[in-house]
T-cell receptor, first 113, second 112 residues
């Protein structure tokens, strides 16, 4: 089974609507990273969360880390077509000593104008 | 400020051939990591290079090898290509042990 599960797998929303993407880990998280990817392209770093209860915002995107549930959520307010893409969460399971991130499969977001 | 540069952007190889992919890290970064992303999947860690040595390796066979040069640029080599090696290969750079990578746009490898 997957160590890091993302839900939903895909999401279609109307422009202006709010949405939430979840990332749940089966192991203890030391850090959780959110990236955005345009189809077939590289990943763009969005946010990093390291402490339980931590919440960060950038423009209309807010990410939270729930230490108890080992889960992170990414919330987009008043979505725009520019928000469309694949959102990936990446987990640090070692506090940095393994030098790698373990990624989920991604959530494909479509925003209809 | 140039980000991470990867070359080539696309290539097609025949089963059994060998391929070399190249990566120049972001200015100021000294660590290069390589990831393989199959269609519809998240990126999977191949290995990381720091100070010209492989510091960590993921669950990939020895057919996958790499190198880091004194200027921090890196190469990924794959020998005896299999159809299953078809994927987007992503190079990510960082400073030291930081995991907030800067990713390149990737090299799309198709093995036929």
């Amino acid at each position: 089974s997957q160590e890091l599960e993302q839900s939903p797998q895909s999401l279609i929303v109307q422009e202006g609507k709010n949405l939430t993407i979840n990332c749940t880990s089966s192991k203890t998280l030391y850090g959780l990273y959110w990236y955005k990817q345009k189809y077939g392209e590289g990943l763009i770093f969005l946010m990093m969360l390291q402490k339980g209860g931590e919440e960060k915002s950038h423009e209309k995107i807010t990410a939270k880390l729930d230490e108890k549930k080992q889960q992170s959520s990414l919330h987009i307010t008043a979505s725009q077509p520019s928000h469309a893409g694949i959102y990936l969460c990446g987990a640090d399971y070692s506090g940095g000593s393994n030098y790698k991130l373990t990624f989920g499969k991604g959530t494909l977001l479509t925003v209809n104008p | 400020d140039a980000g991470v540069t990867q070359s080539p952007t696309h290539l097609i190889k025949t089963r059994g051939q060998q391929v070399t992919l190249r990566c120049s890290p972001k200015s100021g970064h000294d660590t290069v990591s390589w990831y393989q992303q199959a269609l519809g999947q998240g990126p999977q860690f191949i290995f990381q290079y720091y100070e010209e040595e492989e510091r960590q390796r993921g669950n990939f066979p020895d057919r996958f090898s790499g190198h880091q040069f004194p200027n921090y640029s890196s190469e990924l080599n794959v020998n005896a290509l299999l159809l299953g090696d078809s994927a987007l290969y992503l190079c990510a750079s960082s400073w030291g042990t930081a995991l907030g990578y800067t990713f390149g746009s990737g090299t799309r490898l198709t093995v036929v």
